[in-house]
Nanobody, 122 residues
């Protein structure tokens, strides 16, 4: 139903910044809560941040104050600005679209992008 494609991953030094983008197609973007998740080697996939159509956000404690999620509904795009990056931020980052009523819930209308690699290393 919904196709998601991430971009912007790459190699960055500790303390550096990186910006990820995710473009959605195949549905009405504004009705979905968008999110970024990540999965590091040997770790479970975890929520990084979510944002609803009105701009309300929710962040994992580990990234609060360093990462910023945003969206432009007219462009069907969600962004993740990552600052002060740490080696522990290294992971595959996935874009998610979920048709849920609020930032704390999920529905069966759930879609994922293929992921983009972020590596934080000197």
């Amino acid at each position: 139903q919904v196709q998601l494609v991430e971009s912007g991953g790459g190699l960055v030094q500790p303390g550096g910044s990186l910006s990820l983008s995710c473009v959605a197609s195949g549905s009405i973007f504004s009705i979905y809560i968008m999110g970024w998740y990540r999965q590091a080697p040997g770790r479970q996939r975890e929520l990084v941040a979510r944002i609803n159509s009105g701009g309300s956000t929710r962040y994992a404690d580990s990234v609060k104050g360093r990462f910023t999620i945003s969206r432009v509904n007219a462009k069907n795009t969600v962004y993740l600005q990552m600052n002060s990056l740490k080696p522990e931020d290294t992971a595959v980052y996935y874009c998610n679209a979920n048709r849920s009523p609020n930032l704390s819930t999920y529905s069966g209308y759930d879609y994922w992008g293929p992921g983009t690699q972020v590596t934080v290393s000197s």
